[in-house]
């Protein structure tokens, strides 16, 4: 049997995810998400779980999505699909809380995926980033939408626009994180407050998430569709594919800019 792409773990109340495509550094395929998805899923209905905790690598909490699977799509592709609406979506609907324990990369569609959790728990070997640009693309699930609001317009564009990557201790500065750890004590750290909310009132620890979560959000629905229309839109660039294959072949981009 091939090895779960999410592993799962519970820990007294708290339900433990590890995200397990070591060799792709945790790159988000259709298919890990599903997996992750149903995890996810599956906690938010056990009774006996409170909060959950999301992890990746010492390495990498992932890096994105999965641009091998992505390089050869088309617009159609993309839009028939609704690319990153179906699971990508269901995990927004999850009602537990969930923390994202994030250590080394966590970029593109991997840094999409630790802001659409309930908060960051950072190691000081983190690394935060949306380098979507430099494939020809741009974020397609939150990122030009999570990151204003979660840090600040000028560094959000600073990050979008260049695809230079944020450390931790900037993470935390810019209010990414919630608190930055050293490496060996981040899976701890992020259990002990998972532990510490599924102690406490489930109905209330619910209807706070969703609290916080009507200020954060506003029209974000609106904006995330709008986003991903033209993330779906990039597809039918020439420099998509140039920016994905030169990815894949190891060598710099030959942007046509069309
Ligand atoms: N997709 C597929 N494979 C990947 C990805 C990825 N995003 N990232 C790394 N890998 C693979 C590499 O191809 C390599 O595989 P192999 O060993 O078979 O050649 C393996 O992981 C190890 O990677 P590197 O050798 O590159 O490791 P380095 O330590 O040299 O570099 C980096 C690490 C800097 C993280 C580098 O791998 C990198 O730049 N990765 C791509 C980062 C990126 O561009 N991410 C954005 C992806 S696009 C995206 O997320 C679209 C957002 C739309 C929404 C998606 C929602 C999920």
Sequence with gaps: MDAPLVKTEVRGRVGLLTLNRPKALNALSNDVIAELAAAMRAFDADENIG???????????????????????????VYKQDYLGGDWESLK?????????????????????????DFII????????????????????????????????????????????????EAERAG??????????????????????ASMSLPSVIMAKECVNMAYEGSLNDTLMFERRNFHALFATEDQKEGMAAFVEKRKPDFKHK
């Design 51 to 77: 909060a959950m905790v999301l992890t990746g690598s010492e390495k990498a909490f992932a890096a994105g999505a999965d641009i091998g699977a992505m390089q050869g799509w088309s617009y159609m592709d």
């Design 93 to 117: 609907r999850i009602r537990k809380p969930i923390i994202a324990a994030v250590a080394g990369y966590a970029l593109g569609g991997g840094c999409e995926l630790a802001m659409l959790c």
């Design 122 to 169: 950072a190691a000081e070997n983190a690394r935060f980033g949306q380098p979507e640009i430099k494939l020809g693309v741009i974020p397609g699930y939150g990122g030009t939408q999570r990151l204003p609001r979660a840090i600040s317009k000028a560094k959000a564009m600073d990050l979008v626009l260049t695809a230079r990557m944020m450390d931790a201790q």
């Design 176 to 197: 990414l994180v919630s608190r930055v750890v050293p490496a060996e004590r981040l899976l701890d750290e992020a259990l002990e407050a998972a532990a510490i909310i």
